[in-house]
């Protein structure tokens, strides 16, 4: 189960950080996910961390502004998102797939959070 948290409105150039436990499952042998989904739109990757969180992926439109990072201690996964956007509003949620390979479409994940609502303002 993944649960996410830290969601919220916020103005553009401001920062949120979001939040994603995981429980039920050994959360070390997962690679972890964040994919948002705008409204209207499909839903796609943000940033990925493979199993002991040396290697991060971002998509090019989050580069330099999101880190996402993970805590295999607490089986907890975030994501940092500092100068946020409007075009950045979205439901994000945090996906986990067993293995090292930190991919990129939504199919190749186990398990699903719910998700949690972000709005940036302009």
């Known amino acids: 189960q993944l649960v996410e948290s830290g969601g919220g409105l916020v103005q553009a150039g401001g920062s949120l950080r979001l939040s994603c436990a995981a429980s039920?499952?050994?959360?070390?042998?997962?690679?972890m996910a964040w994919f948002r989904q705008p409204p209207g739109k499909e839903r796609i990757i943000v940033a990925g961390i493979n199993r002991d969180g040396g290697i991060a992926q971002y998509t090019d439109s989050v580069k330099g502004r999101f880190t996402i990072s993970r805590d295999n201690a607490k089986n907890a996964v975030y994501l940092q998102m500092d100068d946020l956007k409007p075009e950045d509003t979205a439901i994000y949620h945090c996906?986990?797939?067993?293995?090292?390979?930190?991919?990129?479409?939504?199919?190749?994940?186990?398990?699903w959070g719910q998700g949690t609502r972000v709005t940036v303002s302009s």
């Open positions: 996906a986990a797939r067993l293995g090292d390979k930190i991919a990129t479409t939504r199919a190749e994940y186990d398990f």
């Open positions: 039920e499952l050994t959360f070390s042998t997962y690679s």
